[in-house]
């Protein structure tokens, strides 16, 4: 299993955050397929004001651009997308990848040394 951890902003704007949050408690169920369609075994996303931490669990063979592209192009995903950019601060017209930026990691507590 790989693990990818990222972070987006939301707009600072109370109303549009709520907003987004309420959309993530009735994601799409295309969305949803998809996302497991292209193997993505778990994704969860938290918030601290208007900062999101993703993680998202995939299947070993995931390849990060390659499935993300598969991703974009599957049904309602680009709506989604688009949608969703409403909230988020990030350029116009940028894919989910391309919006959460990937972060590094510095501890692993079970890694072997």
């Known amino acids: 299993m790989k693990r990818y951890c990222q972070t ?12 987004y949050e309420r959309e993530h408690r009735r994601v799409w169920p295309e969305i949803k397929a998809g996302i497991k369609e292209v193997g993505i075994l778990d ?12 993680i998202m669990d995939t299947v070993d063979e995931f390849d990060w651009i390659e ?21 988020q601060v990030s350029k116009e017209g940028q894919a989910s990848h391309e919006k959460w930026q990937m972060m590094k990691p510095i501890f692993l507590l079970n890694e072997e040394e």
């Open 67 to 87: 499935d993300n592209k598969r991703l974009a192009d599957l049904p309602r995903q680009a709506e989604w997308e688009n949608y969703m950019s409403k909230f």
């Open 8 to 19: 987006l902003d939301l707009y600072n704007d109370p109303e549009l955050i709520e907003q």
């Open 43 to 54: 994704m969860q996303i938290y918030r601290m004001g208007n900062r999101l931490f993703m």
